[in-house]
């Protein structure tokens, strides 16, 4: 091709880069570019309801305790509880009902059907109940062609569910991936985002297929979070390894969409008071979806005090958005440092030894730092732990559990 004239423009190139030899041939050129820009438009249209989740969505799921047995009862019974015991009012408002809640088979028109012995009164009444206290209605539903326990999927129902969704008032539709057959995952939640769109009610999206597609590079248009992992459970070792898959991810989360480690087992059998307070600590420094799973009708105050506490609750919330990430790695401990607004800084050091260390932390020696003096405070004890320019922290921290910091600029 001859090198174009210094200073000369270009001639807008047709779609796909080929220039067409027959002037005279404007009309195909121009419903070519008119083609492109549907395309375009197709490719760049909104496709989840934007504004639904600035800061990671808070609030309860049946599944982690209750399993399949799920129920209006249980729904009406937890919703009360976290308006009594102070979850509603710190932040946990959508009450998610998980697998198990419909019935075993759709009705004669191919629509989802609640179980009419768990859920005698419909689930639009239960939205109701629970909006009244002003709390939120979340649903699970599956990608599949039946859910993971076995009722039905959503798969050639999309677009039907949906609608079903939204006239029941759901807020908030957890997606799950069993039984997909050979379905592709982008393909397949792009489906699901589309029919929550066109049944026109703001529905939180919230992808649970595991990070088996590596949702990260491609959900944040059609979801609000999504699952980096599979099942957490209620064990030490489980949740650290979840913990250890989140290295990496913090660039891909920020408001409105959310990398996920799944739902909390903070309160539940198997893990000590120091593992929940750790468990809960590094969640909140994840930027991580607050979802509690146990028992909230009859929790230890040891619990929900852990749960409900406000200061360590703002560090997940904080506006800025930023995923925390692995600062340092040692034998027996680990720093996590998560940017907030205003040049704040949350620090969460764990010990991942088998005994109670003293551990020291030297403000100044964190690279991440910017400002020259910061005030240092200990979240969990509430109290004054120096500045970073003239002491270092030096306290004792059990197995498995943590010592989390709020460093603001100033002196
Ligand atoms: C999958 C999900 C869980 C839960 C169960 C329900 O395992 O990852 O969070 O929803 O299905 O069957």
């Not at 991810?249 to 799944?262: I, S, T, V």
């Not at 909230?296 to 040891?302: D, E």
Request: hydrophobic share 40%.
């Amino acid at each position: 091709m001859a090198p174009r004239p210094a200073g000369s423009v270009a001639p807008a190139p047709p779609c796909r880069g080929r220039q067409d030899p027959n002037p005279f041939t404007a009309i195909k050129i121009l419903s070519r570019l008119l083609a492109c820009a549907a395309l375009a438009a197709c490719a760049a249209r909104a496709q989840k309801f934007e504004g639904l989740a600035p800061t990671p969505p808070m609030g309860w799921n049946t599944w982690n305790t209750f399993g399949v047995n799920c129920s209006e009862a249980l729904v009406k019974q937890t919703a009360d509880a976290m308006v009594a015991n102070g979850m509603r009012d710190a932040g946990y408002t959508y009450i998610v009902i998980d697998d198990a809640w419909s019935a075993r088979e759709r009705d004669s028109a191919g629509n989802l059907v609640a179980d009419p012995v768990k859920f005698p009164g419909g689930m639009k009444a239960l939205a109701a109940y629970l909006h009244g206290k002003g709390l939120k209605f979340g649903l699970y539903g599956c990608a599949g062609s039946m859910t993971c326990a076995g009722y039905p999927g959503g798969r050639g129902h999309e677009f039907q569910d949906a609608r079903t969704y939204a006239s029941w008032d759901v807020d908030y539709l957890k997606y799950d991936w069993c039984h997909r057959g050979t379905a592709n995952g982008p393909e397949t939640y792009r489906i699901m985002s589309d029919a929550l769109r066109a049944a026109g009610r703001p529905i939180v999206f919230s992808l649970c297929e595991w990070g088996e597609n590596k949702p990260w590079l491609w959900a944040a248009p059609v979801a609000h979070l999504w699952r980096t992992t599979g099942d957490i459970d209620p064990r030490y070792e489980r949740f650290r390894q979840i913990l250890d898959a989140q290295v990496g991810l913090e660039k891909y989360a920020g408001p409105g969409h959310w990398n996920d480690p799944d739902m909390l087992e903070v309160g539940n059998r198997g893990l000590t008071l120091a593992e929940s307070r750790a468990h809960f600590s590094l969640w909140c420094m994840l930027a991580a979806p607050l979802v509690a799973g146990n028992d909230v009708r009859q929790m230890a105050p040891a619990i929900r005090d852990i749960l409900t506490s406000r200061d360590v609750i703002a560090i997940d919330q904080d506006p800025l958005g930023h995923q925390g990430f692995r600062y340092r790695f040692g034998k027996d401990t680990e720093i996590w440092a998560k940017e907030l607004s205003n040049k704040e800084w949350a620090v969460c050091v764990l010990n991942t030894g088998d005994i109670r260390s003293s551990v020291e932390i030297d403000w100044g020696s964190l690279t991440f730092l910017t400002e020259a003096y910061y005030r240092v405070s200990d979240v969990w004890a509430s109290t004054r732990a120096g500045s970073n320019s003239s002491e270092a922290w030096t306290g004792m921290v059990d197995s498995h559990d943590v010592a989390l910091f709020r460093l603001k600029p100033g002196y």
